[in-house]
């Protein structure tokens, strides 16, 4: 674990801006020994990396050179078992080298033709891009239905709110023109037809 070099203040109260100075230093101590192992590390990978190559290089090299001896002893095997001269014999070892070559490159052309120049990945993005429209197309009718069940809920709330704030004002013209006292008369007697004896009936009709 990091530690910080910073004297602590004497009898160990420490200040906020205290406390923050050593996580501060702490962090960046911390910080510089992680760039310093990165570091490390790094220049072991490089001088691995580096004779690795030089392994390679070195083994193919040999190979070239295992390649020409080949050559060599083809050529000589052919002048012992079909008796023909060195030149014709060499000359046969470079057909044979030309005619892999040319083999070589013509796999190669293939394989480059035959490319699909990500054509499933462009089908697949096309089809991906499609059916997110489609949902997105989906989505919108959704919320517009739902946008319109709102309003529709909102226009009762709306009304039911307009007429509470009407009725005060409607109250009010009633006190004014003293009209209030015969529509309560009025509510009376109609609750009183429907009362369900006499008694009742007066009561409701005349109190």
């Known amino acids: 674990m990091v530690r910080s ?43 691995r990396i580096g004779l690795a190559v030089v ?27 079909f ?17 892999l070559a040319v083999t070589a490159v ?16 462009r089908e697949s993005i096309t089809e991906g891009l499609g059916i997110l429209r489609q949902n997105g197309q989906q989505l919108d009718g ?7 069940r709102l309003r529709d809920l909102q226009a009762p709330a709306d009304r039911l709110e307009q007429r509470q704030i009407q009725l005060p004002l409607e109250l009010a013209q009633l006190h004014r023109y003293g009209r209030l006292g015969q529509v309560e008369r009025h509510g009376r007697g109609r609750d009183a037809a429907f009362a369900p004896n006499g008694r009742q009936h007066f009561e409701l009709a005349y109190c």
Not at 142 to 148: C, F, P, R, V, Y
């Open 83 to 99: 008796d023909l001269s060195r030149w014709e014999a060499f000359l046969i070892v470079a057909g044979t080298l030309v005619l």
């Open 55 to 81: 392994l390679v290089g070195g083994a193919a090299f040999a190979g070239c050179l295992v390649l020409v001896i080949l050559c060599f002893a083809y050529a000589e095997g052919l002048v012992v078992a």
């Open 106 to 121: 013509g796999i190669a052309v293939l394989r480059v033709r035959n490319m699909t120049g990500l054509r499933k990945t």
């Open 142 to 148: 959704q919320l517009n239905q739902l946008l319109a």
């Open 5 to 47: 070099e910073t004297p602590e203040p004497a009898g160990g109260d420490q200040s906020l801006g205290d406390l923050v100075a050593l996580a501060a230093k702490d962090v960046s101590q911390l910080v510089r020994y992680e760039i310093d192992l990165a570091k490390t590390e790094l220049r072991e990978d490089v001088r």
